[in-house]
């Protein structure tokens, strides 16, 4: 229990650790459910804007992810509702995020440590839940005092504006009463001119009858008196002249009436705009008064919130004092087991000690009685006494033979443990007898000082092998005395890779499985084998037990400065691993994804730097240091100019190129950043790309700096010598020759094992090929294709790059159909255009029963096609090494290949009568078009079809295959032992 607790307070950085867990992306909660995710569905197809979005949130707001909203955040504006520009908070998605966090953070954090619930986990979840939430609350309210004040003066705002249209208002209604003013003096004044009208005609009338009396008048003028007549006719003129322009005066005023009638209508029609645009204000106003009584409602809520809070906090402090508590309880614990265990062990011991010490009293008082019983008889005959010294000698014999099995019986016999009870003249004899064989020269000088090291150590195993030449003759002592120098040399190597992938925790292709698989046969076979690895954050934490963080930091330089670098320590597969982790703004491995970043080329120097540093710090002296493809070539010449000089000087250099494809060039001073000195190395004889005198290449720097070059098969160490297959470095490769060997990868058999393999819906065995079938028959239901008719299912995983020859395999799929067979393709591309070409055969597959696409990547669905397949294809354009056909094999499914790489030495043709029968095991094809694929296909067909017994021998056959680590191990172990001795003759002829 006690272990169990330490382990989840470790793990999650409970009580003082706390910070440490906010950076600790294995652990964010949330986070890691979004980058767990988004890991499992490969992260190489997101694209890096989305994912460097998914990262920031990750990194940076723990618990904010849970909420509805983020204040602060503009990406999650969309989701809050807005009213007049006031975001308003919605209250449901406010109190999810606060009661919902500890849920989700608890379901997390089960995930990640895989452990059973505990006391102590659900306080420490408590414990950073509780932090994140105030945080959290508190940004909320004062979010909501924001919008209060905003609201607040939309208001006043609002307000003034209806005084303004008020006025506006009040101004019509009085210029609208001055026009009905006017439109009454106006009516009087038509009453007027229609008045002067009536007068004008009568004065019309009158002037009409004054002109008639005037012309009868004319004949008797002398009658009539002409002057009164001429004055009266002036008169009339001139009233008749006003009386015109009072009538021209009138209908300009008429005119002006009728102009005053439109403007009243206008201003009519304005008046109900007005009307009606009021209206609007004052039901706005009404609603931004309904959002003042929300606002307050809102404000309410938002006491409400912050008393939460306060209990919160007080429910925080209690939790932190239970914390504080559980460690002190905890510390306490561990110091009460170590006392406990080492109150057991003496007892242990002591227990050990009595028994022999028991056993040799008796042995003593035996010998005792004895020696008395011979002295008694010495006085008495001589002849006597002979024979009792021979009784003597016998009884010490006896003795020594107690001893001998007292001591194998003892823990302390354990092979090795000092004995310490030996005389010294028996160490000192022992090591002049080794001395003496060496001037005898019987055995060389490394033999005879490792030997003389187990003496001076007094070493059980020389004690053993010392006791146990008694009776033979001195060749033979000699040789088992040997045998334990070569044991000894043999378990010395000390071997790191240092690598970008490695499987399960981060595997992108068959690189990772390599890392693993050698690591695991190297260990197997005697040697210690240590991991340096970037910490990404998008890893399989899962698959890492005690991952924990060293109490160091480790500074590294990188573009003229030091940064600071935390280590991770865990166990992979059995594996001891460090993991890096940069404290670089750049933050280089939290980008979600392995590969594919802008600045790759900076990510994976300054990461080979930092694992050097790491090595030299951690004072190690591996015997082999061995890098892999162009994300840790650096390793080779930054150890030869800055490690080595530095001390750390005990290592050969193991390069291993996956794929010659990627050689990682890059602008040659771009090599500085990681303290290269590129004057020296942007040399043709040294890291300057053949092909370009500007640019470096990582690759080519490896080949020329390291000790042993090796790739991942025979075949393709051949074809990478040639200019068409060697991307360029087959001149390079051809200079550095004698160091450079093709060594056939293997697979991890235990991981990849049909009768142990829980991804798989039945475990089977060569023996027992039911099982196969019922995978078959699950995988055809579980993807919607036809399952009633015995027909090949024809599988495909593979990563969708030009190398893996995608014309073929869209041929393969058509023409599958044509022959009456089924497909399944595991796979997704990094290359935009080919996975939407495949997207595109996806959809059109959608329902079909005979075709799925499965465009992603997924481990377990992977093993379950291995099982469920009859038939797998790689019709590759190259290939280093493949994996896919011997896992394929492995699980029963017959490969088809194109004859390239290790496809060419690991598939051989059923029909190929130049291969030994009991190699044949697969079907292959040389030219890469769809003639060539189609022959093999077509073979593979009629054989399964035609004559199924045969076909049953023939998958039965390939699962017996060992493609096992053994082999190639046994050759990776020759090259490094065979390395690191020349490098000890050299030094001992310097020496
Ligand atoms: N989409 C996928 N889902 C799961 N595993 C995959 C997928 N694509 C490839 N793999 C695995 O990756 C490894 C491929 O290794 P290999 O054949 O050497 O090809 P490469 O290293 O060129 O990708 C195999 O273990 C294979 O099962």
Request: some cysteine; aromatic content about 8%.
């Given at each position: 229990?006690?272990?169990?607790?330490?382990?989840?307070?470790?793990?999650?950085?409970?009580?003082?650790?706390?910070?440490?867990?906010?950076?600790?992306?294995?652990?964010?909660?949330?986070?890691?459910?979004?980058?767990?995710?988004?890991?499992?569905?490969?992260?190489?197809?997101?694209?890096?804007?989305?994912?460097?979005?998914?990262?920031?949130?990750?990194?940076?707001?723990?618990?904010?992810?849970?909420?509805?909203?983020?204040?602060?955040?503009?990406?999650?504006?969309?989701?809050?509702?807005?009213?007049?520009?006031?975001?308003?908070?919605?209250?449901?998605?406010?109190?999810?995020?606060?009661?919902?966090?500890?849920?989700?953070?608890?379901?997390?954090?089960?995930?990640?440590?895989?452990?059973?619930?505990?006391?102590?986990?659900?306080?420490?979840?408590?414990?950073?839940?509780?932090?994140?939430?105030?945080?959290?609350?508190?940004?909320?309210?004062?979010?909501?005092?924001?919008?209060?004040?905003?609201?607040?003066?939309?208001?006043?705002?609002?307000?003034?504006?209806?005084?303004?249209?008020?006025?506006?208002?009040?101004?019509?209604?009085?210029?609208?009463?001055?026009?009905?003013?006017?439109?009454?003096?106006?009516?009087?004044?038509?009453?007027?001119?229609?008045?002067?009208?009536?007068?004008?005609?009568?004065?019309?009338?009158?002037?009409?009858?004054?002109?008639?009396?005037?012309?009868?008048?004319?004949?008797?003028?002398?009658?009539?008196?002409?002057?009164?007549?001429?004055?009266?006719?002036?008169?009339?003129?001139?009233?008749?002249?006003?009386?015109?322009?009072?009538?021209?005066?009138?209908?300009?005023?008429?005119?002006?009436?009728?102009?005053?009638?439109?403007?009243?209508?206008?201003?009519?029609?304005?008046?109900?705009?007005?009307?009606?645009?009021?209206?609007?204000?004052?039901?706005?106003?009404?609603?931004?008064?309904?959002?003042?009584?929300?606002?307050?409602?809102?404000?309410?809520?938002?006491?409400?919130?912050?008393?939460?809070?306060?209990?919160?906090?007080?429910?925080?402090?209690?939790?932190?004092?239970?914390?504080?508590?559980?460690?002190?309880?905890?510390?306490?614990?561990?110091?009460?087991?170590?006392?406990?265990?080492?109150?057991?062990?003496?007892?242990?011991?002591?227990?050990?000690?009595?028994?022999?010490?028991?056993?040799?009293?008796?042995?003593?008082?035996?010998?005792?009685?004895?020696?008395?019983?011979?002295?008694?008889?010495?006085?008495?005959?001589?002849?006597?006494?002979?024979?009792?010294?021979?009784?003597?000698?016998?009884?010490?014999?006896?003795?020594?033979?107690?001893?001998?099995?007292?001591?194998?019986?003892?823990?302390?016999?354990?092979?090795?443990?000092?004995?310490?009870?030996?005389?010294?003249?028996?160490?000192?004899?022992?090591?002049?007898?080794?001395?003496?064989?060496?001037?005898?020269?019987?055995?060389?000088?490394?033999?005879?000082?490792?030997?003389?090291?187990?003496?001076?150590?007094?070493?059980?195993?020389?004690?053993?092998?010392?006791?146990?030449?008694?009776?033979?003759?001195?060749?033979?002592?000699?040789?088992?005395?040997?045998?334990?120098?070569?044991?000894?040399?043999?378990?010395?190597?000390?071997?790191?890779?240092?690598?970008?992938?490695?499987?399960?925790?981060?595997?992108?292709?068959?690189?990772?499985?390599?890392?693993?698989?050698?690591?695991?046969?190297?260990?197997?076979?005697?040697?210690?084998?240590?991991?340096?690895?970037?910490?990404?954050?998008?890893?399989?934490?899962?698959?890492?037990?005690?991952?924990?963080?060293?109490?160091?930091?480790?500074?590294?330089?990188?573009?003229?400065?030091?940064?600071?670098?935390?280590?991770?320590?865990?166990?992979?597969?059995?594996?001891?691993?460090?993991?890096?982790?940069?404290?670089?703004?750049?933050?280089?491995?939290?980008?979600?994804?392995?590969?594919?970043?802008?600045?790759?080329f900076?990510?994976?120097?300054?990461?080979?730097?930092?694992?050097?540093?790491?090595?030299?710090?951690?004072?190690?002296?591996?015997?082999?240091?061995?890098?892999?493809?162009w994300?840790?070539a650096f390793?080779?010449p930054?150890?030869?100019?800055?490690?080595?000089?530095?001390?750390?000087?005990?290592?050969?250099?193991?390069?291993?190129?996956?794929?010659f494809?990627y050689q990682g060039t890059a602008p040659a001073?771009?090599l500085?950043?990681?303290?290269?000195?590129?004057?020296?190395l942007n040399?043709q004889?040294r890291l300057q790309d053949n092909s370009s005198h500007e640019r470096i290449n990582p690759v080519k720097g490896a080949v020329v700096?390291?000790?042993?070059?090796?790739?991942?098969?025979?075949?393709?160490?051949?074809?990478?010598?040639?200019?068409?297959?060697?991307h360029g470095l087959?001149?390079t490769?051809?200079?550095?020759?004698?160091?450079?060997?093709?060594?056939?990868?293997?697979?991890?058999?235990?991981?990849?094992?049909?009768?142990?393999?829980?991804?798989?819906?039945?475990?089977?065995?060569?023996?027992?090929?039911?099982?196969?079938?019922?995978?078959?028959?699950?995988?055809?239901?579980?993807?919607?294709?036809?399952?009633?008719?015995?027909?090949?299912?024809?599988?495909?995983?593979?990563?969708?790059?030009?190398?893996?020859?995608?014309?073929?395999?869209?041929?393969?799929?058509?023409?599958?159909?044509?022959?009456?067979?089924?497909?399944?393709?595991?796979?997704?591309?990094?290359?935009?255009?080919?996975?939407?070409?495949?997207?595109?055969?996806?959809?059109?597959?959608?329902?079909?029963?005979?075709?799925?696409?499965?465009?992603?990547?997924?481990?377990?669905?992977?093993?379950?096609?291995?099982?469920?397949?009859?038939?797998?294809?790689?019709?590759?354009?190259?290939?280093?090494?493949?994996?896919?056909?011997?896992?394929?094999?492995?699980?029963?499914?017959?490969?088809?290949?194109?004859?390239?790489?290790?496809?060419?030495?690991?598939?051989?043709?059923?029909?190929?009568?130049?291969?030994?029968?009991?190699?044949?095991?697969?079907?292959?094809?040389?030219?890469?078009?769809?003639?060539?694929?189609?022959?093999?296909?077509?073979?593979?067909?009629?054989?399964?079809?035609?004559?199924?017994?045969?076909?049953?021998?023939?998958?039965?056959?390939?699962?017996?295959?060992?493609?096992?680590?053994?082999?190639?191990?046994?050759?990776?172990?020759?090259?490094?032992?065979?390395?690191?001795?020349?490098?000890?003759?050299?030094?001992?002829?310097?020496?």
């Amino acid at each position: 229990m006690a272990t169990k607790l330490s382990t989840l307070f470790l793990s999650s950085g409970f009580g003082s650790l706390s910070g440490k867990v906010l950076d600790n992306p294995q652990f964010p909660y949330s986070s890691r459910c979004l980058l767990n995710t988004s890991c499992k569905m490969r992260p190489r197809r997101l694209s890096s804007r989305r994912k460097r979005k998914y990262l920031k949130k990750a990194s940076y707001e723990h618990l904010s992810v849970h909420a509805d909203f983020h204040p602060n955040d503009d990406e999650d504006s969309g989701s809050e509702n807005v009213v007049e520009g006031v975001p308003i908070l919605n209250q449901e998605s406010l109190s999810s995020a606060v009661f919902n966090t500890s849920s989700a953070v608890q379901h997390n954090t089960e995930k990640e440590t895989g452990e059973v619930d505990t006391e102590g986990l659900n306080k420490g979840v408590q414990l950073e839940d509780l932090i994140g939430m105030i945080k959290s609350a508190e940004k909320n309210i004062l979010l909501l005092n924001q919008a209060r004040v905003r609201a607040l003066e939309d208001l006043e705002k609002i307000l003034s504006e209806k005084e303004e249209l008020q006025r506006e208002i009040n101004g019509l209604e009085m210029r609208l009463a001055e026009t009905d003013t006017r439109i009454e003096v106006a009516a009087q004044e038509k009453v007027h001119v229609e008045l002067l009208e009536d007068q004008f005609e009568e004065l019309q009338k009158q002037l009409n009858f004054s002109s008639g009396t005037v012309q009868s008048m004319n004949g008797n003028l002398n009658d009539i008196p002409i002057d009164s007549l001429t004055k009266e006719l002036h008169l009339l003129k001139s009233e008749n002249i006003v009386l015109k322009n009072d009538i021209q005066t009138l209908k300009e005023e008429l005119s002006n009436v009728k102009n005053a009638d439109q403007h009243l209508a206008f201003l009519e029609k304005e008046r109900s705009v007005l009307e009606s645009s009021l209206k609007d204000l004052e039901s706005k106003l009404s609603t931004s008064q309904e959002d003042g009584s929300k606002l307050s409602d809102l404000n309410a809520e938002c006491m409400d919130l912050r008393n939460r809070v306060e209990h919160l906090q007080v429910l925080l402090d209690k939790a932190t004092k239970q914390a504080d508590q559980a460690i002190r309880v905890l510390q306490q614990n561990e110091e009460l087991q170590e006392k406990v265990e080492k109150l057991e062990e003496s007892l242990e011991e002591a227990n050990v000690f009595k028994l022999s010490s028991e056993k040799l009293q008796q042995d003593n008082e035996l010998m005792q009685q004895k020696i008395d019983l011979l002295e008694d008889r010495l006085q008495s005959s001589d002849e006597e006494l002979q024979s009792y010294i021979k009784l003597y000698q016998e009884s010490v014999k006896e003795f020594q033979d107690t001893l001998d099995t007292i001591k194998k019986a003892s823990k302390k016999t354990a092979t090795d443990e000092p004995v310490n009870d030996m005389p010294w003249e028996f160490w000192s004899r022992l090591l002049l007898l080794i001395d003496g064989w060496l001037l005898e020269e019987k055995i060389s000088g490394d033999d005879a000082k490792l030997l003389k090291e187990m003496a001076w150590k007094r070493d059980a195993r020389i004690y053993d092998a010392y006791m146990a030449c008694k009776e033979k003759n001195e060749l033979e002592a000699v040789a088992l005395f040997l045998s334990l120098t070569s044991s000894q040399k043999r378990s010395g190597l000390y071997v790191i890779h240092i690598a970008a992938e490695m499987a399960p925790v981060a595997k992108v292709g068959g690189l990772g499985d390599v890392i693993t698989g050698l690591s695991k046969a190297l260990q197997s076979r005697g040697h210690l084998v240590e991991i340096v690895l970037p910490k990404y954050d998008c890893m399989e934490y899962s698959r890492i037990k005690d991952l924990r963080l060293l109490d160091v930091v480790l500074e590294s330089y990188f573009d003229g400065r030091l940064f600071k670098n935390k280590i991770w320590v865990g166990t992979v597969e059995g594996l001891p691993v460090y993991f890096i982790e940069p404290h670089h703004p750049d933050k280089f491995f939290w980008r979600a994804q392995y590969y594919g970043e802008h600045d790759d080329f900076k990510r994976f120097s300054y990461f080979s730097r930092a694992a050097l540093e790491l090595l030299l710090r951690a004072g190690k002296r591996p015997d082999i240091i061995h890098c892999h493809d162009w994300q840790t070539a650096f390793i080779a010449p930054l150890y030869w100019d800055l490690y080595y000089p530095k001390g750390l000087n005990s290592a050969r250099i193991c390069f291993t190129c996956h794929n010659f494809e990627y050689q990682g060039t890059a602008p040659a001073s771009d090599l500085a950043s990681c303290g290269l000195d590129v004057d020296q190395l942007n040399r043709q004889d040294r890291l300057q790309d053949n092909s370009s005198h500007e640019r470096i290449n990582p690759v080519k720097g490896a080949v020329v700096f390291s000790n042993i070059v090796t790739t991942v098969s025979p075949t393709y160490a051949q074809e990478v010598r040639r200019a068409e297959g060697g991307h360029g470095l087959h001149s390079t490769l051809n200079f550095h020759s004698k160091k450079f060997f093709g060594i056939l990868n293997g697979i991890d058999t235990d991981v990849w094992n049909p009768s142990t393999d829980s991804f798989i819906k039945v475990q089977y065995n060569a023996n027992d090929l039911q099982g196969k079938a019922e995978n078959k028959d699950a995988l055809r239901r579980h993807l919607g294709l036809s399952s009633n008719v015995r027909k090949p299912l024809v599988g495909c995983i593979t990563r969708l790059v030009p190398q893996k020859g995608i014309h073929l395999i869209r041929y393969a799929i058509y023409r599958t159909l044509e022959l009456g067979g089924q497909f399944v393709l595991l796979g997704s591309s990094p290359v935009p255009h080919i996975q939407r070409e495949f997207e595109d055969i996806a959809n059109h597959f959608q329902s079909h029963d005979q075709i799925r696409l499965v465009l992603a990547y997924d481990e377990s669905l992977s093993h379950w096609i291995y099982a469920a397949s009859d038939m797998f294809i790689i019709p590759s354009i190259f290939e280093p090494c493949g994996l896919t056909q011997m896992i394929a094999m492995r699980y029963g499914s017959i490969p088809i290949v194109r004859k390239t790489g290790g496809l060419n030495d690991s598939v051989f043709d059923v029909d190929d009568e130049t291969t030994p029968t009991e190699l044949q095991n697969g079907y292959t094809f040389l030219t890469p078009d769809e003639q060539g694929l189609n022959s093999a296909l077509e073979r593979a067909f009629s054989h399964y079809l035609n004559n199924p017994s045969s076909w049953q021998q023939l998958v039965q056959k390939v699962m017996d295959v060992d493609f096992s680590w053994e082999t190639s191990a046994a050759q990776y172990e020759e090259l490094y032992s065979k390395s690191v001795a020349r490098a000890r003759a050299v030094a001992a002829g310097r020496a």
